[in-house]
């Protein structure tokens, strides 16, 4: 049967899954590091990908192929198709201030009418407008802009330095929705908006719908490829209806959705997903850390914090959490701290800590759900992954929490599976 192939290249690590398109089984993988950092020369990407590639077997048996991978990361090209600077990653804050700026400039409302977003510093605007005010040689020389997922395509299908040819530079609408740059209403690029940010107009990849596709050197078909959270979506089978609670090192809370949203107050991003849907998203920044900050007060491991918490009553004795260790981004309160409160003699103990750590997290990402709900997004199940789902007591007070029936699927690289997917349905 045909193979195809999956790659997900994450702020860490590529990962790479091969599957049989009949079953839909696993059958190859690879995996190689990223450095650490919030700027990245891109050829590490590169690098780790061959790696990865290698170990998962090569791609002389494989049909088809996609690349899912972070989002927002700036990739600046010049007319020779060299990186011009290392890549902005969607962690890196130094565009915050260029944030405000085109907000003032374009109002919040405006922006996110025509883009779904407002921006922040994540957003791949941000970072082009950082560049034309910080490095304006740098900027004069941007002939191109990409993104981690369509520059790592693009360098798979046999161009870059060697063989330039920018106008073979795609990407899907899921990656292209956040950039702050696109419209995913009409599936536009706002060149007005992106003149405003670089300083001049650039190349810009093709948006690929979701059945689409282009070959790469050796006529395989290659898929349009996905940001990581759409992948993840696609990886999931996720429909309307569902919304997918992340639970890693921050959170996120992304809904499949038949309509564009937009949320002036930028709380809700209005991101499209990689099947025709949107995928409005909200990011938190406390997430399964909270647990193991508690789990280091208690001095016990993560599963025996989720003992502990399965020893106290739902409530903590009226003990609560607000785990804003690190500000927090929703509700945006970035100079937030954590606070404990309903502590005595009788509800400070701790079984009733670990399960108010356990709440005061699940209450954080569910103010991500309050977020949807309140723009008219129906959500009818959630779906749990992420490091901070495989505690068991996350798993039994989620429901009670989110106030939704949950599910939660086995651990598995959900982006590169839903490269995988969209790729196996080429040659289906």
Not at 119 to 142: C, G, H, M, Q, Y
Not at 171 to 192: I, K, Q, V
Request: net charge negative; charged share 20%; proline share 5%.
């Amino acid at each position: 049967m045909p193979l195809a192939l999956g790659v997900d290249s994450s702020t860490q690590s590529c990962k790479v899954v091969v599957v049989d398109t009949a079953t839909g089984a696993v059958v190859r993988t690879g995996r190689a590091s990223h450095p650490d950092g919030t700027s990245v020369d891109p050829e590490a990407w590169w690098t780790a990908l061959n790696t990865a590639l290698t170990e998962a077997g090569g791609l002389d048996d494989i049909s088809a192929w996609a690349i899912g991978g972070q989002q927002h990361g700036m990739v600046a090209l010049d007319a020779e198709g060299r990186v011009v600077r290392d890549a902005l990653l969607w962690n890196d804050t130094r565009s915050a201030d260029a944030a405000k700026e085109l907000i003032a400039e374009f109002g919040a409302e405006q922006l996110a009418a025509r883009t779904g977003l407002v921006p922040v510093a994540s957003f791949t605007i941000t970072k082009l407008r950082w560049l034309r005010d910080n490095e304006p040689e740098n900027a004069a020389r941007v002939a191109a802009v990409a993104l981690p997922h369509d520059w790592l395509t693009w360098r798979l299908r046999g161009f870059g330095p060697a063989n330039p040819v920018l106008d073979e530079l795609v990407t899907d609408r899921s990656d292209a929705s956040g950039t702050g740059y696109w419209d995913p209403s009409t599936g536009d690029y706002d060149r007005e908006l992106l003149i405003a940010a670089l300083g001049h107009d650039a190349v810009l990849p093709r948006v690929l719908g979701p059945d689409e596709s282009v070959r790469d050197a050796s006529d395989r078909l290659v898929g349009a490829g996905a940001g990581d959270n759409a992948g993840a979506a696609l990886g999931l089978g996720a429909a309307p209806g569902d919304v997918v609670v992340s639970i890693g090192t921050s959170g996120t809370v992304f809904a499949v959705s038949e309509r564009a949203v937009t949320d002036p107050s930028g709380t809700v991003a209005g991101f499209a997903d990689a099947t025709g849907n949107f995928l409005p998203l909200v990011a938190t920044l406390n997430a399964a850390r909270v647990l193991a900050v508690t789990a280091s007060l208690l001095g016990v491991s993560l599963d025996d914090l989720s003992a502990l918490a399965l020893e106290a009553d739902a409530g903590a004795g009226g003990l609560t959490l607000v785990p804003y260790f690190e500000g927090e981004r929703t509700p945006n309160l970035p100079d937030a701290t954590a606070t404990l409160s309903g502590m005595t003699l009788a509800a400070t103990t701790r079984p009733n800590l670990a399960r108010a750590a356990v709440e005061g997290m699940l209450s954080g990402l569910g103010a991500g759900l309050d977020a949807l709900r309140a723009l008219g997004i129906p959500l009818e199940r959630a779906l749990l992954i992420g490091g901070g789902a495989q505690s068991e007591a996350v798993r039994q007070v989620a429901a009670q929490v989110l106030g939704l029936p949950v599910e939660v699927p086995e651990p598995a690289e959900y982006v590169a599976l839903g490269a995988a997917r969209q790729a196996g349905a080429l040659v289906s």
